[in-house]
């Protein structure tokens, strides 16, 4: 039922039942490292090319996935499933060997909460029983589509960030699954939102905006407060966008700031050369949430989470001939329930 | 374009934000880039003297010590050091024939995955060819400039 401007209420509240999230080298590294079900050190997986890596990753995530219910293949009902590459190829080919009908989705590094969102209204209008929501990045891969090839010797400025290798996936089931898991109750999908921030570089900067909008959007909507959350969540706006996301909260009257996490500030060790602003990529809210916040949930560290994937929506091509970003972000509130 | 929660402009938001970010270190970058940029040239230099001490004419010992730069390039390119490098010396090892030569190879493995004709081929001076282009552009440019005072004069 939708409530306010732009919010969904999801009656039948769908569970996620689990979830499996695969990192590569890096992210294994990082201060969440222990979270990740799958660690592989070797950023080709085995693979001859970057893509077919990413794919794999993917793939790792999903048969786990699986593989921690005791599923088949053929259990599931629909995968809804993005990822940066043009055409979605991470996905389209790993899914090719799934037999799982699928859904391709492009909403940059919005994609996992898109695809959470999807598959939560799916389960909710009863159209499925089982349904995967999963979302992939790759550092090499996307390094070659959209900056320099990787050999090259350049200087990142400060404001960058670095796409995380890896891939999450989660399981959505109706409520009338017995096992108590976190629940979906409230889901805003976002508008576009563009400040004019023309810098690839900055990311953060041209995404806050968005986040800023959908997060006040759904707490309008939703009659909550920020308290109310034990963490408002986002994907990837790093050091600068957290800065710039809690001024323009402040500015609009909304303290957030003891609530707020970002997982592209918290998936690296920012101290560290070359990190500079954080993660960033559809595997870093995909990986974050699937390995370490869905488990703080479920061991009930964190109670009412709400979880904003930013996702800057401009390519190579876009910004060659001087657009814009244009940036959405995409929230859902994951609850335990009492 | 502006959005109706946030009280600022296009051109505010702009300017908050460079205020916002942090800004890259640039007397760090400058003096590493002085240093590196300056290393290579005495690579270069020891190269050539070098040369010309074993009796090669420094004509020929220039092109030597060139084409040496230029395998050094390729090699640490090839070897996923001069990428390295690069974070450290910015301009310093892009501006030296080395760093032209890191600019060939670095594309032509990248895209080696597409093909050796569609892949490496067409995509092996994607950062070198604007340069190539203007370079050679340019070079015209001034001959023709410098044809024009010889007639004049």
């Known amino acids: 039922m939708k409530i306010g401007k732009q919010t969904l209420k999801l009656e039948s509240t769908p569970k996620i039942l689990e979830t ?22 070797d950023v080709f997986y085995g693979e001859k090319t970057f893509e077919k890596a990413e794919s794999k990753y993917m793939k790792a995530a999903i048969d786990n996935l699986l593989y921690k219910l005791n599923l088949q293949n053929d ?62 990045s790759h550092f090499c ?59 690839m570089n900055n990311m953060g900067a041209a995404m806050a905006p968005a986040a800023f909008d959908t997060i006040i959007t759904h707490l309008k909507d939703t009659e909550r407060k920020p308290e109310y959350y034990d963490a408002i969540i986002t994907g990837d ?47 870093c809210m995909a990986s974050v949430f699937s390995g370490y916040f869905y488990q703080e ?34 929230a859902a509130a994951i609850e335990n329930e009492v | 374009m502006e ?7 296009v051109k505010e938001y702009s300017e908050y934000v460079e205020s916002k970010s942090a800004k890259s270190p640039i007397i760090k970058n400058i003096f590493l880039a002085f240093i590196s940029g300056g290393l290579i040239c005495v690579i270069g230099q020891i190269i ?12 020929d010992a220039i092109i030597i010590s060139t084409i040496s730069l230029i395998f050094l390039g390729a090699f640490l390119t090839a070897v996923n050091l001069y990428s390295k490098i690069g974070k450290y010396a910015g301009a310093g090892s892009v501006v030296p024939i080395t760093g032209f030569s890191n600019s060939i190879v670095a594309p032509a493995i990248e895209y ?11 995509n092996m001076f994607k950062i070198a060819g604007p340069v190539l282009v203007y370079g050679i552009l340019t070079s015209v440019i001034v001959g023709f400039v410098y044809w024009l005072m010889l007639l004049v004069r």
């Open chain 1, 20 to 41: 499996s999230a695969a990192v590569g080298p890096k992210e294994s590294d990082g201060p969440l490292g222990i979270y990740f079900d799958i660690k592989c050190s």
């Open chain 1, 75 to 136: 259990n599931i009902d629909y995968i809804f499933a993005g990822d940066l590459l043009n055409q979605c190829i991470a996905s389209g080919y790993c899914i090719r060997d799934l037999n799982i009908p699928f859904f391709g989705l492009y909403g940059a590094c919005s994609t996992f909460v898109e695809s959470i969102i999807l598959s939560s209204l799916f389960i909710n209008a009863g159209y499925g029983t089982k349904v995967i929501a999963s979302a992939s």
């Open chain 1, 141 to 199: 891969s996307a390094e070659r589509q959209f900056r320099m090839p990787l050999e090259h010797g350049n200087q990142k400025p400060p404001t960058a960030q670095s796409t995380v290798t890896g891939c999450g996936a989660a399981l959505l089931v109706p409520h009338t699954f017995e096992k108590k898991v976190p629940v979906v109750t409230y889901v805003t999908p976002g508008k576009i939102v563009d400040m004019g921030i023309k810098d």
């Open chain 1, 237 to 283: 706006l790093g050091v600068e966008g957290t800065d710039i996301l809690i001024d323009l909260c402040k500015d609009y009257g909304v303290d957030i700031s003891k609530v707020h996490r970002d997982c592209g500030k918290e998936i690296y060790d920012l101290t560290k050369r070359d990190m500079n602003a954080g993660g960033s990529g559809c595997a």
């Open chain 1, 297 to 330: 949930l479920k061991e009930k560290r964190l109670n009412r989470v709400l979880i904003v994937a930013t996702g800057a929506l401009m390519s190579p091509i876009s910004i060659g001939q001087g657009e814009s970003i244009p940036s959405i972000a995409h």
């Open chain 2, 3 to 9: 959005n109706d929660k946030i009280k600022m402009t």
């Open chain 2, 48 to 59: 050539t003297n070098l040369c010309i001490n074993y009796g090669i004419e420094s004509k």
């Open chain 2, 112 to 122: 080696k995955s597409e093909g050796f004709v569609l892949g490496l081929g067409a």
